[in-house]
Nanobody, 115 residues
């Protein structure tokens, strides 16, 4: 089964940028979509951004205009460029893959934005 590994999280100040990456362990076939969710402790996961097999993208309202999702090397690497970060962006960011009726998750990467 494909495994996903996120990287790029860290501690930044408000207004800074971060680039998250998600590496897939193998080539992906019959992909439906890949994307990012985030979760604050005690709250539900919320959609950050996705890109589907037609290369259409979508964003959560809070991400639109600040975050950009992209893919490289086919679907082996998924990136999330986050600009003008705010303290409320602090969360664990999870990469996901929707394929063959399943959803596969990465282990998550912590993003902390200080004011």
């Amino acid at each position: 089964q494909v495994q996903l590994a996120e990287s790029g999280g860290g501690l930044v100040q408000a207004g800074d940028s971060l680039r998250l990456s998600c590496a897939a362990s193998q080539n992906i076939f019959s992909l439906i979509a890949m994307g990012w969710y985030r979760q604050v402790s005690g709250k539900q996961r919320e959609l950050v951004a996705y890109i589907n097999s037609g290369d259409n993208t979508g964003y959560g309202d809070f991400a639109r205009g600040r975050f950009t999702i992209s893919r490289e090397d086919g679907w082996r690497t998924l990136s999330l460029q986050m600009n003008n970060l705010k303290p409320e962006d602090t969360a664990v960011y999870y990469c996901y893959l929707s394929v063959g009726g399943r959803v596969i998750w990465g282990q998550g990467t912590q993003v902390t934005v200080s004011s």
